[in-house]
């Protein structure tokens, strides 16, 4: 497989979601938590700055792209409503129930990590959520999927599901050194 894209310059994030919404500090700690991966292995890459739009992209269209995508990774056209949001990496807090993914468009310096509904299973479980943003912003940074349930990048065709990062703790999960050697060799030290 083809390594996939990098980032050229500093993904702007996007949070795209509703005031109060309580994800909006979990993409804060996402970005943190990626940020401290790039820092520990000497990669300059840094997400960020990070800003909040309110609005949505309509459930329909995310639905759409989730059937499309998850476990394809199938290239998809950019629907209007992405391209209308402002930054490269979009975090689109939605309010609908759709398998969580993230797609990229490398040609157009975006991506699109979309997160379902934090009150419908199993993001309403502790520690979910903050899990799921993170690993899809670690696929917007070029990471696919392993097949160890205790990691942050498990997923299909894998049998681990979101609800593994179920935790009365609130904790990230870690990533494998093979995928930050990855990382390391797709945004080299300079
Ligand atoms: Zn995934």
């Known amino acids: 497989m083809a390594q996939p894209a990098t980032w050229s310059k500093p993904p702007v994030v996007t ?12 993409v804060h700690e996402a970005v943190d938590y990626w940020n401290g991966i790039f820092a520990e292995i000497g990669s300059p890459l840094r997400l960020g700055p990070v800003r909040f739009t309110p609005g949505e992209i309509p459930v329909d269209t995310l639905r759409g792209l989730s059937e499309r995508i ?8 950019m629907p209007a409503s992405v391209a209308a949001v402002p930054g490269n990496l979009i975090v689109a807090l939605s309010d609908g129930d759709f398998i969580s993914f993230a797609t990229r468009w490398p040609g157009e310096e975006k991506a699109l ?3 379902k509904s934090h009150l419908a299973m199993p ?3 502790p520690n979910v959520a903050r899990n799921v943003i993170a690993h899809e912003i670690g696929h917007a940074i070029g990471l696919r999927h392993n097949s160890d349930p205790a990691l942050l990048m498990c997923g299909r065709p894998a049998p681990c599901r979101p609800s593994a990062f179920q ?24």
């Open 15 to 26: 949070i795209l979601g509703h005031e109060g919404d309580p994800r909006i500090a979990l």
């Open 70 to 77: 998850v476990g394809i990774g199938r290239l998809v056209p």
């Open 167 to 190: 935790s009365d703790t609130p904790r990230m999960f870690p990533l494998t050194a093979g995928e930050k050697q990855q990382l390391r060799s797709m945004y080299p030290p300079l």
């Open 113 to 115: 990590a979309a997160i």
């Open 123 to 125: 993001l309403s479980l």
